[in-house]
Structures are given as structure tokens and as C-alpha cells.
């Protein structure tokens, strides 16, 4: 069976082929009975949440904090930890208008310090998912999921949560550390 392409929202990105909710309007949807949230610093959970958008058919959603994190590693570690351990929510970039119309909400994210990112974990906490079947996607580079299921489970106590999907994916310190050491062995090429 040959799936036609998604569909585009309008002023959408369409990040890799699949279709954007604008910010604050519903956008075109054929069925509007599930959305594809994520949060992605290295693009592995964008590879997952467009598939399952394409998939289902569901609305793309990026989380996003209101103040870009920084684009450097070990920096970005740093912002990462402060927000964890201050458990306050990250002020976000947009949130999903229309989640009453949603069934299904599927809620990917990475692991940073075997935690949920505090990104997601606003997420949660300024959306209401009473009702709505829960499907958590997690992608890691050494910890695994952690205790981000026990956390997720709490912020939507009304949700039907379905157990995750897991999968470890390169870990960004680990490509950063092989370049480093393979740079080393080739001198300066420069």
C-alpha cells in the first residue's frame, strides 16, 4: 500500500518531509486524533517522530524552550543540569493550542542526566493529557530511560501512559571525543 505524502501546515517548517503545526492554529489535518511533540538536540528523536508522524498521520510539535539552549556540547550539559536540579519549568517557545482535540499524543525526548529534560517536563506540566493515550518515544546515549517514565507518569496522572519505546543512539560526547582522538592521530591538516 503506496502512503501518500503529509501534508504541510502552513508557515510550517516541515523539517525533515513532514508536516508543522504553526504556532497558536490548528493546521490542516486529515483526522486530528493524534500529535507527534518532541524535543531534539542531535536529531535522533526528530528520525523517530517523523516516522511516527507519516505513520499516524499525526501533527508535528517541537519542544522548545522560549531562550534557545546553547549550541555548544558541554554548555548545553551545563543549562541541561542547572534546569534539572532547580525543578522549575522552563519557560517554553509555544505550546500546543487545540490539545483537546487530540486522542493520542505521542511524547518523544532524549535522556539528559538519567533524568527528563526539563524542557519535556514543562511540557507536561502546562498541558493538560486527562484522557488521552500517552505513547513515550525515548532515545539515550549511556543511562538509558532512567527514572523519565516514574516522572512522566506523574505529571499526566490522568493519561493513559503506554510504555515507551527506547532506543540507544550515539551520544554526542562519544562522536565528539572519536573526532577529537582521530584528529589527533592525522596531525594538523590545516
Not at 511540557?123 to 500517552?134: A, E, P, Q
Not at 516514574?150 to 571525543?177: G, K
Request: aromatic share 8%; proline share 8%.
Amino acid at each position: 500500500m503506496r502512503q501518500r505524502p503529509p501534508r504541510r501546515a502552513e508557515g510550517g517548517s516541515g523539517r525533515r518531509g513532514v508536516r508543522r503545526r504553526s504556532p497558536g492554529r490548528p493546521g490542516p489535518r486529515r483526522n486530528g486524533r493524534a500529535a507527534a511533540g518532541l524535543l531534539s538536540r542531535s536529531g535522533n528523536t526528530w528520525v523517530l517522530a517523523g516516522a511516527l508522524a507519516r505513520r499516524y498521520d499525526a501533527d508535528l510539535f517541537e519542544l522548545r524552550p522560549r531562550d534557545p539552549w546553547p549550541e555548544d556540547y558541554e554548555q548545553m550539559v551545563t543549562w541541561a543540569h542547572e534546569w534539572r536540579d532547580s525543578d522549575g519549568d522552563v519557560p517554553l517557545a509555544e505550546t500546543l493550542s487545540g490539545i483537546d482535540s487530540y486522542r493520542t499524543v505521542f511524547l518523544g525526548f532524549p535522556i539528559w542526566g538519567n533524568e527528563l529534560p526539563a524542557v519535556a517536563r514543562s511540557f507536561l506540566r502546562s498541558h493538560d493529557l486527562s484522557g488521552k493515550t500517552v505513547v513515550p518515544f525515548i532515545t539515550y546515549g549511556s543511562s538509558g530511560p532512567g527514572n523519565s517514565m516514574e516522572t512522566v507518569r506523574a505529571l499526566a496522572p490522568n493519561a493513559r501512559v503506554l510504555d515507551p519505546f527506547v532506543l540507544q543512539c550515539d551520544q554526542e560526547r562519544s562522536t565528539l571525543d572519536s573526532l577529537e582522538g582521530w584528529l589527533g592521530s592525522v596531525g594538523e591538516p590545516l
